[in-house]
């Protein structure tokens, strides 16, 4: 049996990251950027601050700063994940991607098949790291804004041309396809 994360519920600035099923470009595939801005806007209205992010083909990295709420970030997430899995069903079936369809459906353990899960859209675990000073949010606000540019993906030449990001806001101040707040106009408590 897996060890189960702890629910976070304490206000903080938190980095968080979750990814595709066998990193398939799912978002891609889908042209599902959108769905995330609808997450995000999501927790904007549950009193939660974008600060910044970055969404790629097949995972998505996010800082948030999270206000201390009924619910926890793990109840944020998994709810994120499951709204955005049926849209990105919905599109892959519009779309006739019957073998990434068959690939998702068979990935899906008996388990979850028995509670009715038919998809497995999204990995099930996801990566959660309170950013606990100064030093830590810019490490993780470059990593999230150079992520684009790595070897690995080569998706831009340069931060700021990679559209699904918050890059060009911590670079020369301009709001990009999602409007964030500042990590330093953030009313929370790092700490």
């Known amino acids: 049996m897996g060890i189960r994360k702890a629910h976070i519920q304490q206000t903080g600035l938190y980095f968080i990251t979750f990814t595709n099923h066998h990193w398939l470009p799912l978002f891609e595939f889908t042209n599902g950027y959108d769905l995330v801005y609808n997450w995000f806007d999501y927790l904007k209205r549950e009193g939660h601050s974008i600060i910044s992010y970055v969404i790629m083909p097949n995972h998505i990295h996010l800082m948030l700063g999270y206000k201390e709420s009924v619910k926890s970030i793990n109840t944020l997430v998994g709810n994120g994940k499951r709204f955005m899995s049926y849209e990105i069903i919905n599109r892959l079936k519009e779309s006739g991607r019957t073998e990434l369809l068959v690939k998702l459906e068979t990935a899906?353990?008996?388990s979850d098949k028995s509670r009715g899960k038919r998809y497995e859209v999204f990995r099930d675990s996801f990566d959660l790291?309170?950013?606990?000073?100064?030093?830590?949010?810019?490490?993780?606000?470059?990593?999230?804004?150079?992520?684009?540019?790595?070897?690995?993906?080569?998706?831009?030449?340069?931060?700021?041309?990679?559209?699904?990001?918050?890059?060009?806001?911590?670079?020369?101040?301009?709001?990009?396809?999602?409007?964030?707040?500042?990590?330093?106009?953030?009313?929370?408590?790092?700490?």
């Open 129 to 191: 790291q309170h950013c606990y000073s100064q030093n830590y949010i810019l490490q993780k606000l470059k990593y999230i804004h150079d992520n684009p540019c790595a070897k690995k993906w080569m998706l831009a030449e340069n931060p700021l041309d990679y559209p699904h990001s918050s890059a060009g806001f911590y670079f020369d101040g301009k709001q990009g396809a999602y409007q964030v707040k500042s990590w330093l106009n953030w009313e929370g408590d790092f700490g």
């Open 108 to 110: 899906v353990n008996t």
